[in-house]
């Protein structure tokens, strides 16, 4: 008979959001399934504080796993369970564990979440096989005579995902949940104190991982907080970027390389091959195990077939991109006596505009498809070559579009993100009419009559510009920080 009072987990009151998440989490939990559920994803992510969060107030044990050996985990899990059960339980290997939390739960209802699951497995792919098989045996002889609820958690992302592989013992006997960044409207809700254009400015910086969000959240300034918290060599995310690559990954130095080259924009595999000095197909693997990571992502051109050679890699994660841009190539000098603040305002301060202008156009394209999603189905931005005279010419050779939306296999609205300091100007739609719709056409993308023009510009327009649009008829002026604040309330107001 299980002894087991309810969890309480002292920083309730500091978990911040995941309201969609904890909703799923509470739907199994009130459901009559039976199958565990499979939770991972990035180092940060917050897995560990939602799986808190989620067991407060319920009859619930959590097992955290650790770099031990197999027995020294084993009775420090024993321990762990020995004033719950009333009684320390035999765990001669790990599915012995299994056996006990399932009969641990035959008369009441129990949560027993393992986080750090891949830590409990042996190192060789046979060892592990062996030892899911008999894991799966537990399964299959325990869960139905059982009401226990169990989590199987873990930040090795591609070795929870290989948990439902087809070849994986436990394929098709989890319930996957991966638990993503927090998109802007989300993270916005840690730093309430900010207006919204430096509330975006931090979220460019931090991404959505609620670690790196909480840590730069604080109502200093920004030069005050990055010295302070990423900066100093003794400071928390000092290495933070290179932590997570070297735990998950071998030969890391090849990934270093491939993450610095991107850190500064997007790349074609050419680039990046040259950046890394490396053979072709080396890079493209590598690059493949940080897409299955989630670390990178292969972009195309709106509407381009997926088989098209004219991607480019993309670094998706906003805080590593700002760790390989503005920390991996200073650290050495940083350690020999740089002061951070010296580098922020020599290396940060000059190239900031530009690594958050990344980050504000994919918000921009998200904004649009909710905004707009009447109008365009599918939103992305485009890039090509420039109209065939001016390239003849050599006054243009390429085009790039920020924001491109499609219905119905036509253009139906165009747009441009600017996070500038200053007001934009008329010159963005002549720009837009003469040149970047011209050769998108030129691409063979047909256009719908009349295409609505949204422009995002983060200092606003200018007065010139203002009447422009308004004598055009069919450009958007976004304000800027309205749309952030909006967007927060629109995530969190119900339906």
Request: aromatic share 8%.
């Amino acid at each position: 008979m299980v002894k087991m009072g309810s969890y309480a987990w002292p920083l309730v009151d500091e978990f911040v959001d995941r309201e969609a998440e904890l909703g799923r989490l509470e739907e199994w939990w009130t459901s009559a399934e039976r199958m565990p559920l499979n939770l991972y994803g990035r180092r940060r992510a917050g897995k560990s504080w939602l799986l808190r969060r989620f067991a407060h107030d319920k009859s619930a044990v959590l097992l955290v796993a650790h770099k031990v050996t197999p027995g020294a985990q084993l009775d420090s899990f024993a321990e762990r369970l020995e004033p719950l059960l009333g009684v320390a339980p035999a765990l001669p290997d790990v599915p012995s564990l299994f056996r006990v939390l399932f009969r641990s739960a035959r008369n009441r209802k129990l949560l027993a979440v393992i986080d750090e699951f891949p830590w409990l497995l042996p190192t060789t792919e046979a060892a592990a096989e062996a030892e899911l098989s008999a894991i799966q045996a537990v399964f299959e002889e325990e869960r139905d005579a059982s009401r226990l609820k169990l989590v199987l958690c873990g930040s090795l992302v591609a070795q929870m995902e290989a948990l439902q592989g087809e070849r994986s013992p436990l394929h098709g006997r989890l319930v996957p949940i991966q638990l993503q960044p927090m998109r802007y409207a989300d993270a916005a809700r840690f730093m309430p104190q900010l207006d919204p254009l430096a509330r975006f400015e931090r979220f460019a910086i931090a991404g959505g991982m609620p670690r790196y969000l909480s840590t730069l959240a604080g109502g200093r300034s920004l030069r005050d907080v990055l010295c302070r918290q990423v900066l100093d060599r003794n400071a928390p995310l000092w290495d933070e970027a290179r932590v997570v690559i070297e735990q998950e990954l071998r030969e890391p130095k090849i990934y270093f390389s491939i993450l610095a080259a991107l850190a500064t924009g997007d790349k074609e595999l050419g680039e990046v091959v040259a950046a890394a000095r490396s053979a072709s197909a080396t890079i493209s693997k590598y690059l493949a195990v940080l897409e299955d990571m989630r670390i990178v992502s292969r972009h195309l051109p709106v509407g381009a077939d997926r088989t098209s050679r004219s991607g480019h890699w993309h670094l998706r994660d906003a805080f590593f991109r700002f760790w390989f841009r503005f920390v991996f190539p200073y650290q050495d000098e940083l350690e020999a006596g740089l002061r951070p603040g010296d580098l922020y305002d020599t290396e940060v301060a000059p190239a900031l505009g530009d690594h958050v202008a990344a980050e504000f156009e994919d918000w921009s394209r998200d904004w649009t498809r909710s905004t707009y999603g009447r109008v365009a189905s599918q939103v992305g931005s485009w890039w090509g070559p420039a109209r065939h005279d001016l390239r003849r010419t050599g006054q243009r050779h390429s085009e790039e579009i920020d924001i491109v939306g499609l219905a119905r296999g036509r253009v139906t609205l165009v747009g441009e993100a600017k996070w500038q300091n200053r007001p934009l100007g008329p010159a963005i739609l002549a720009d837009i009419e003469n040149h970047k719709i011209p050769a998108l056409t030129q691409a063979g993308h047909k256009l719908a009559t009349n295409p609505t023009i949204v422009l995002l510009a983060r200092a606003g327009y200018s007065r010139s510009l203002v009447n422009a649009a308004a004598d055009h008829g069919n450009v958007v002026l976004v304000d800027v920080p309205a749309a952030l604040d909006g967007a927060i309330q629109r995530q969190h107001t119900p339906n």
